[in-house]
């Protein structure tokens, strides 16, 4: 589900409308403040201070997702948060994965290798790094075209998972490097130094939770970008299309996740993960289980 956080940029694309921008000490300092928030409200859940699952936070939500509705929603006002020089985009979603178990579900979302081909055509390319049970390297590469811009981005991440029990679980995946293409697939392909160059996304960050019970698997995510900031001239303009384009790139996110859910339970395959020697098949447990 890593990858979900990368359509919600697509959204962002069309700041690129604007001139070229550097990332400033002053946005990567705000950026560690809300990101700090953020887990904290995490941390919050697992106390039993708030629902494990946002879903839980309101009486319907669950009967909507049961109902096969796809769930998203802003954390902030709008879904995005002024910081100096910069914007902190903020979204929720949640959908519903019926006749599935927990360790089918993480068994895909640890299956970064096949990111490209869960999440195409916006992630052209996907690799793994570097694992181990409960801690991943990745990479993506993520292309796509909104209104007159076209942008390609090389982003590293980290990603680490949590098993609260047998039943529930939750994964915080980080970028630990952004890089925008020029030129991407052509013969002037060229890599821009980290905070360098639109500005499309700056950092990533999601928090992932997921928890087996009324049938099926209840999976949300909540995905935050730091971008560029909007000038006000060009606000009405704009914010309009950021809030639409970011509810329909999480949407499909999520659905395409419960679709490559369903067909790997269906194939039986086996899935590439770090656990049990780097393979395991949709049968495996999650760490955490008896």
């Not at 902030?76 to 006749?99: R, Y």
């Not at 990111?115 to 690799?127: F, G, M, R």
Request: proline share 4%.
């Amino acid at each position: 589900m890593k990858a979900a956080m990368v359509p919600l940029g697509v959204a962002l694309l069309s700041a690129g409308l604007l001139n070229a921008l550097e990332l400033q000490p002053s946005t990567l300092k705000a950026w560690d403040a809300y990101v700090r928030s953020a887990d904290s409200r995490m941390q919050a859940r697992l106390a039993s201070r708030r629902p494990f699952l946002w879903t839980d936070e309101a009486p319907d939500r669950s009967r909507r997702l049961q109902r096969g509705k796809t769930l998203v929603v802003p954390v902030t006002e709008n879904g995005a948060q002024s910081v100096p020089n910069g914007l902190i985009h903020d979204w929720m979603g949640a959908v519903f994965i019926p006749n599935v178990t927990l360790a089918k579900v993480t068994a895909v979302l640890r299956d970064y290798g096949r990111y490209k081909e869960y999440y195409k055509p916006v992630v052209a390319d996907s690799k793994v790094l570097a694992c181990t049970e409960t801690d991943q390297r990745f990479s993506m590469i993520w292309q796509q075209r909104v209104l007159f811009v076209s942008a390609a981005i090389e982003g590293q991440y980290q990603a680490h998972d949590f098993a609260v029990d047998g039943r529930r679980g939750y994964s915080i995946a980080n970028t630990t490097q952004m890089r925008e293409i020029e030129g991407y697939g052509q013969s002037t392909e060229r890599f821009l130094p980290p905070g360098q160059g639109d500005g499309f996304i700056w950092r990533l960050h999601s928090i992932a939770r997921y928890e087996e019970r009324d049938g099926g698997v209840y999976l949300e995510l909540e995905a935050i970008a730091l971008t560029r900031d909007i000038p006000a001239s060009f606000g009405w303009l704009m914010n309009p299309v950021v809030k639409h384009l970011s509810i329909n790139s999480l949407t499909t996110a999520l659905r395409q996740t419960r679709d490559a859910v369903n067909s790997a339970a269906g194939s039986g395959r086996q899935l590439v993960s770090c656990a049990q020697g780097g393979r395991y098949t949709a049968d495996a447990k999650v760490r955490g289980e008896d």
